[in-house]
């Protein structure tokens, strides 16, 4: 059963995308709420030997982009900053969860922290081109999101060479397609739309999530064989 859940979880993201694209809103509706569910799933029932700081630590950020996705499938300012906050908290909750789950394999940043400065420009340069969009009662927490985004993606990177390459490939591409995901989705709300930027916004989270879990399976399955090898 354990393949059958990403199999039903691919299955319902295929089938939301093409809701999105067709902008069919009840099968939206009927699908997006149960995405992450299956994903949290799929990432419990198949992830022996992950350490229970981890996994609990993504089980809970994938709830916590559950309610998200939710609150966002409603109109209205509330529901917006209910959403926002839902997904801030999931980033921390994998932040968190990296840097007690995966505390002996941390490091590269120490080694290389020219990154850290090239790596926050990206915060500066997305705030830079949404603020005249920003009403006034958001720049707080618009920075707040973006400086969280960005640790996340800083979190997986501090990863690298400390886990093996392809498990640290899955987990990166998920974390940036992840920020992607939501940069688009800040640019859409805040005055720089495009057609097809619902799509966008959906595809990149929706591969950032799975690359995310994917990657954390992929590291301890890899661990597992080494183990038994």
């Known amino acids: 059963m354990k393949n059958k859940w990403l199999s039903v979880f691919f299955i319902f993201a295929a089938t939301n995308l093409l809701a999105v694209l067709t902008q069919q809103k009840m ?16 990432l419990f029932t198949s992830g022996a030997g992950i350490p229970a700081r981890l996994r609990n630590g993504w089980l809970l950020g994938l709830a916590l982009s559950t309610a998200g996705d939710v609150f966002l499938m409603f109109e209205g300012k509330l ?6 906050a839902s997904f801030l908290f999931a980033h921390v909750s994998y932040i968190i969860a990296v840097n007690t789950g995966l505390r002996e394999h941390r490091g590269f940043l120490l080694k290389n922290p020219v990154w850290i ?3 926050m420009l990206y915060p500066l340069a997305l705030l830079s081109w949404l ?24 979190s997986v990177l501090n ?71």
């Open 27 to 42: 099968l939206i509706w009927c699908t997006k709420p149960v995405l992450m569910p299956l994903l949290a799933i799929w």
């Open 79 to 84: 529901f917006f900053l209910l959403g926002l």
């Open 117 to 119: 400065p090239v790596l």
């Open 131 to 154: 603020w005249p969009g920003i009403s006034a009662d958001m720049p707080i927490p618009v920075t707040v999101y973006a400086l969280v985004i960005t640790t996340m993606a800083m």
């Open 159 to 229: 990863l690298r060479k400390h886990i093996a390459e392809g498990a640290f490939s899955t987990l990166m591409s998920g974390a940036l397609l992840f920020v992607l995901s939501d940069s688009v989705l800040a640019a859409r709300l805040f005055g720089h739309s495009f057609e097809g930027a619902p799509f966008v916004v959906m595809a990149t989270y929706l591969a950032g999530q799975y690359l995310l879990a994917s990657g954390i399976v992929r590291l301890f399955h890899h661990k597992n064989a080494e183990a038994r090898g």
